[in-house]
């Protein structure tokens, strides 16, 4: 048994279609809504635009003051924040869609924003497509989304927001459509690029970090494409960009750690070949087996001659990629060179990687001792470095669906792993804890970890007090409206440390935002 995912993938591994059924314009007692649910403030326009100010306009329904207000519905999941020189507090996230019933609009775009009054405003960054053109009798062109109804691609999945040297957010995000990595940056206006894409298969950018070294952009990423002799390479890529602006960046790249012999899946693998899957390899369709071969099975060209084997073909659904490299996080080690710590989905093991003079060296954390395996450890891994060099990570292990921590001294000694919550002794039995764990080390010493109760939708917060070579943990819940406590981070505000996560309801209307509490 393994963990699933709050967001699955179709047979080809992408997560699911947006559904483009029933749509229709956006009901004029919207506009009321849109004040009542007081949801966001949105300055932002079309992709690529920053455009704040006033526009006068004489004519079409922006002039008459009746335009059809689109609403944005489930805004700011997968999100992401991070906190300038300045106090300015940047967070971006993923716009999905407006699934009232009565509206049924499904988008996929990148968003950010400021932080203001406890409320993001939110921009459209990225993903409105320039067709079909937005008729401004009925839509307001200078409004969100640009009066925009349509989808573009769908972009916005794993943001990693990061301040560079000049004060200017930056963005790393996955494009779903095209299975690539993708990067924005706000300089007059938000652009945005391509950093690396699939040349043919392949899946590229998911678990996006982003940081900024030497005013540099700095991607750690996961990707997944087509290997030698049919096997399938997975790892973990660093992108380096030659300067901050989106427009005008180079990248250069290395790989920290590569499994050379992933499992394969049918969308992986070239024309004419399938995935077999007791070898996991990709293989040459054959014709000769002599026999009809079984339900399930296809004849191929297997290095004992043609014969019938059983494939996985596109209806085969993974809750997670069978890689190495999931959920990539990145902190900076003391020296200002770049720690990552993440998941082998394959192993289920925690790994964690550091950058020494002679390249990355990696040392499994937790999942596997002396050879042996020790569970399914390291699901929605998170890093911090603290000022000795030595890296702490929370993760879940994905049999007990308990919260798990281990201390690694320097980057190269594991030390005993911990419980840090094992989703027992509720009222209403075992609750599944942990999703969404984002690690914090305070000058003292403590280990602070907001998380989701993936049973109940609450925010917890678990705190680890050093003791005897461990943690004392003590747990609070932080109460707050809907279904609560996804995609947590904890941020510095103001010289007190609060959390940003994501909530969402179902009635009146399908809504979600980000929330900032304190604990």
Not at 45 to 54: H, I, K, R, Y
Not at 127 to 140: F, I, L, M, R, S
Not at 277 to 286: M, P, S, V
Not at 362 to 389: H, R
Request: charged share 20%.
């Amino acid at each position: 048994l393994r963990r699933r995912e709050r967001r699955s993938s179709d047979g080809n591994g992408k997560p699911p279609a947006r559904s483009d059924a029933g749509r229709r314009s956006v009901r004029p007692a919207a506009r009321q809504a849109l004040a009542a649910l007081s949801l966001v403030v949105f300055a932002g326009l079309p992709a690529g635009c920053s455009c704040n100010e006033d526009v006068t306009v004489a004519a079409g329904c922006r002039g008459r003051g009746d335009c059809e207000v689109i609403l944005p519905g489930l805004i700011g999941a997968y999100s992401s924040a991070a906190v300038a020189n300045d106090g300015t507090v940047w967070v971006a996230g993923y716009l999905e869609a407006n699934w009232d019933i009565e509206v049924n609009l499904g988008w996929g775009d990148l968003v950010a924003g400021r932080l203001e009054d406890n409320e993001v405003a939110w921009t459209v960054v990225d993903g409105v497509p320039a067709e079909p053109a937005v008729d401004p009798e009925v839509y307001d062109p200078a409004g969100f989304r640009g009066g925009q109804t349509e989808p573009g691609d769908d972009v916005g999945l794993w943001t990693s927001i990061a301040i560079d040297g000049g004060g200017k957010p930056g963005v790393a995000y996955y494009d779903a459509t095209n299975r690539a990595l993708r990067y924005a940056h706000l300089d007059s206006g938000w652009s945005a690029t391509v950093v690396q894409q699939p040349a043919d298969l392949g899946d590229i950018g998911r678990y996006a970090k982003l940081l900024y070294l030497d005013g540099r952009p700095v991607i750690a990423y996961l990707f997944i494409e087509p290997g030698a002799g049919g096997a399938i390479r997975s790892g973990v890529r660093v992108a380096t960009g030659s300067t901050a602006a989106a427009g005008e960046v180079q990248w250069a790249f290395e790989e920290v750690a590569v499994n050379e012999a992933s499992p394969c899946r049918d969308h992986l693998c070239p024309n004419n070949t399938v995935c077999v899957a007791a070898e996991g390899l990709c293989a040459a369709e054959a014709s000769d087996c002599g026999a009809d071969c079984a339900s399930g099975e296809e004849c191929v060209d297997l290095p004992g001659g043609a014969q019938c084997a059983a494939v996985l073909t596109s209806a085969k659904l993974d809750t997670y990629p069978d890689a190495l490299g999931l959920y990539v996080s990145a902190a900076l080690q003391p020296d200002g060179a770049m720690g990552l710590a993440f998941y082998d989905r394959v192993a289920g093991n925690v790994v964690v990687a550091r950058r020494g003079g002679e390249g990355w060296t990696t040392v499994i954390a937790d999942g596997e001792q002396a050879g042996e395996d020790t569970g399914d450890k390291g699901i929605g891994t998170s890093l911090a470095i603290d000022g000795q060099g030595n890296y702490h990570v929370a993760y879940v292990d994905g049999l007990a669906e308990a919260l798990g921590y281990v201390m690694v001294e320097g980057g190269s000694t594991p030390t005993t792993p911990e419980l840090v919550d094992d989703g027992l002794g509720n009222p209403d039995g075992h609750h599944i804890v942990g999703d969404d764990p984002d690690i914090l080390v305070t000058q003292g010493g403590d280990i602070r970890i907001s998380y989701q109760d993936a049973s109940s939708g609450q925010l917890r917060l678990a705190i680890g007090t050093p003791s005897s070579g461990q943690h004392d943990w003590a747990r609070q819940i932080i109460e707050q409206e809907g279904f609560a406590g996804a995609f947590s981070q904890q941020i510095e505000i103001g010289g007190a440390v609060q959390i940003i996560n994501w909530w969402r309801v179902a009635s009146p209307l399908p809504i979600g935002n980000v929330r900032v509490v304190s604990p």
